[in-house]
């Protein structure tokens, strides 16, 4: 989807509306009811006062398809008593005899209509609908079977094909008895196949509670004393691998065991199957309980460090990072992943509140692969969101050709997955972010005329967007931003680095904490980007963690540069310049180029270690007690887990951003930008110390600084009053102080 191509009414033009009718029906009064009800209850009302007018489906989106599935599966579960089913049917139809219908979409809406056309009436709980017909709709289920978004789907499967079997006995011209064993067959494959080569023990453990669903959903004419006592032997090993998973729920598995054990004492089933089943549910329950008291701890977490950031501070912020760090390990499991991802956005919104804009963007970028890589598409819709925090770490640092290529991302996972059309009034991401970009176009060709041509472009490129929504904001822009003075304040106060710093052939990426000024510096190539950017990433993490916990490192308050190259090896290779107006080293970082993940702890060692002896060397502690104090901090903060999310930053930079469209810009080719008198308008939120040490002792100082004085006069008592007649001798002095030079400092450089 190109954002050119793409229509502002492309969603209108996607469905066709039956005439309107005034008339109070059926329909209105349930919808009356529902906005009564729960915020669910609310929602539902809004998606089916939208859709009920709609008679034809004309192309595939995704947004709207999963729309379409929430509320179809919220009527299927919630509201059976009502004739909305129908609705939904015709839809789900539509999308299934869809051309445009991608495969795994196509599997899910059969299977929702499916469920959606056996949903029993209230009253009768006969089926409300016939699944006559529906054999091609099976065989084409099961045939593409291959097709899904992650391994846990195979659930869905187990589940649509015991239907199948039931309903072939009602039913026998539905599948054939081969058909039933030959998807059997399949699906008891791939599990057995994950079962024997498991990535990890998250996967190994929810391959042996999808074999025991298997068994125990498989054949109907199994007893279902047997079909207990089967499953149980693949759910029986799994308590014991529980220890060592990191996102595997038992949640979801006690709930359904529990319902089969209430099936169980409800139709008086052998006594070994239930007694089997209640030592099972024996060793889960403390797992389970865990699992949903650490939800509760999270939502808890959150909402404190909703009130911490409702104050604004630096104390009060790095106390809302801790809070929402804690809530994203609780909520690391199968069974709160849009909860993660939402907290992940959250933790990226603070540390860009900070002018950690590096580390505000791997929290983006983060979101963005977990929403990927999850499959569950109730987190596609996130997607937009993490792409808006990631064009705004970049907005803020001045990488402004990098914003505008987050920009695009952001607006294809905008119009994709998002139901609803842009809304500049309605939607907060999409002003901000088209606001931000807008000042990007307008004031980027006055700050830097020879990126006219690109930005006109970008203009071009972004086609509907521009002519709606940035043409306006552009004219009101641009009267301010052509006062030179106005322009310079607005950029201060927006940025924390000078605008365009992405173009040349090389980069700087420039922040201020605790007293520093650093800068990094790279070759602005692909690879290097990805290199330096996660070094600062992980640096900005733990500048803040000494930020809250109060440790003073005692690090010299001067100007540090960095420059980093490309390594061939995992050996710390750290160089220092002599300099006296600013401390530089040169250190150079490997690719991380191997898909193993076995490999990232290895590589964060590194980086945690290059990062501990950059601010050893600048550090006035002796050797011991830094160390002491920074292996202390990284153990208590356990910044292990806050530095690393899903994935190693490099690997989450290169799933967002394509090397092909990055070299597109060509922003290498570009001078880039110098504004010599551009000052950053320093955050209130600026992490320093301001406090005296505790290793301060004025007394003893005062008594260095006297003994100085007497130690140092002896050595040019003669010479000085010589000196004191010499005018110019008299005017280097005076220039001195004015410089902020202390009498007993420069006594001791004569």
Request: charged share 25%.
């Amino acid at each position: 989807l190109c954002c050119s191509t793409a229509s502002p009414n492309s969603f209108s033009n996607s469905r066709k509306k039956k005439p309107e009718n005034k008339a109070l029906s059926k329909d209105l009064l349930d919808i009356l009811l529902l906005n009564m009800g729960s915020e669910e209850d609310r929602w539902y009302a809004h998606i089916f006062e939208k859709w009920q007018s709609v008679s034809e489906i004309k192309q595939f989106h995704i947004g709207e398809f999963y729309e379409i599935v929430a509320a179809a599966r919220h009527c299927r579960w919630e509201l059976s008593a009502t004739d909305h089913d129908q609705l939904w049917l015709n839809l789900l139809q539509q999308y299934i005899e869809l051309e445009e219908t991608i495969v795994i979409c196509h599997r899910k809406a059969i299977y929702e209509y499916i469920f959606l056309l056996l949903s029993p009436d209230p009253l009768t709980l006969a089926p409300k609908n016939s699944i006559a017909g529906t054999k091609d709709l099976f065989n084409y289920y099961f045939e593409s079977i291959e097709h899904r978004n992650t391994f846990s789907d195979i659930e869905n499967d187990i589940i649509l094909l015991e239907i199948a079997a039931t309903q072939t006995i009602i039913n026998p011209d539905l599948l054939t008895l081969d058909d039933l064993n030959k998807y059997r067959q399949v699906i008891h494959d791939l599990i057995e196949a994950k079962i024997q080569t498991p990535r990890n023990i998250d996967e190994l453990a929810l391959a042996y509670q999808l074999m025991g669903h298997f068994y125990f959903h498989g054949d109907p004419a199994i007893p279902l004393k047997d079909k207990t006592l089967k499953a149980l032997e693949y759910y029986s090993k799994i308590p014991e691998l529980l220890n060592q998973t990191q996102t595997y729920s038992i949640s979801s598995l006690d709930g359904q065991t529990n319902k089969i054990l209430d099936l169980l004492i409800k139709t008086d089933a052998d006594i070994e199957a239930t007694v089997a089943l209640e030592e099972f549910l024996g060793t889960t329950e403390e797992y389970a309980s865990k699992t949903g008291q650490g939800r509760k701890s999270a939502k808890g977490l959150v909402q404190r460090s909703a009130s911490y950031i409702s104050k604004p501070s630096v104390r009060n912020y790095l106390a809302a990072l801790t809070n929402l760090h804690k809530a994203k390990d609780y909520c690391n499991n199968d069974d709160s992943r849009t909860e993660f991802i939402v907290i992940l956005l959250n933790i990226s919104k603070v540390y860009s509140g900070l002018g950690m804009n590096l580390a505000s963007k791997y929290f983006g970028l983060s979101a963005v692969y977990t929403a990927e890589h999850l499959g569950d598409h109730s987190t596609y819709k996130l997607i937009s969101d993490a792409c808006a925090e990631i064009f705004h770490a970049d907005f803020q640092q001045g990488a402004w050709i990098g914003a505008i290529d987050d920009f695009h991302m952001y607006m294809i996972s905008r119009m994709e997955f998002q139901a609803d059309p842009p809304d500049l009034e309605l939607d907060k991401a999409f002003r901000e972010v088209i606001l931000d970009l807008s000042f990007i176009l307008t004031a980027g060709e006055i700050i830097h005329p020879e990126m006219k041509p690109f930005l006109e472009f970008q203009k071009q490129k972004t086609g509907w967007i521009y002519e709606n929504y940035i043409e306006e904001v552009d004219k009101g822009f641009r009267s301010v931003v052509e006062n030179e003075e106005k322009l310079k304040k607005i950029l201060q106060k927006k940025l924390s680095a000078v605008p365009f710093s992405d173009l040349g052939q090389n980069r700087k990426i420039t922040f201020d904490s605790l007293g520093i000024s650093w800068k990094i510096c790279f070759a602005n190539t692909y690879n290097d980007n990805a290199i330096s950017e996660e070094f600062v990433a992980l640096l900005q993490i733990i500048l803040c963690e000494i930020g809250l916990t109060g440790a003073d490192l005692h690090l010299i308050e001067m100007p540090l540069t960095i420059n980093i190259g490309q390594a061939d090896s995992y050996i710390i290779n750290l160089s220092q310049h002599p300099s006296h107006e600013e401390t530089i080293f040169n250190l150079q970082i490997p690719i991380l180029a191997k898909t193993d993940p076995a490999v990232i702890p290895a590589h964060y060692g590194f980086l945690n270690t290059a990062i501990r002896t950059v601010l050893s060397n600048i550090s006035l502690l002796p050797c011991n007690e830094f160390y002491d104090t920074f292996d202390s901090l990284f153990e208590k903060q356990a910044l292990a887990s806050k530095s690393l999310v899903k994935n190693a930053y490099q690997r989450v930079y290169y799933n967002f951003v394509d090397q092909e469209q990055f070299n597109m810009s060509r922003r290498s080719d570009f001078n880039g930008v110098t504004i010599s008198d551009f000052v950053t308008a320093v955050s209130g939120l600026y992490i320093k110390f301001d406090d005296l040490s505790p290793k301060y002792s004025q007394s003893q100082a005062l008594e260095c600084i006297t003994n100085r004085y007497k130690n140092t006069i002896k050595k040019f008592s003669v010479s000085m009053e010589e000196w004191k007649k010499d005018p110019q001798f008299i005017g280097l002095i005076k220039s001195l102080r004015e410089s902020g030079w202390l009498d007993w400092q420069i006594m001791l450089a004569l």
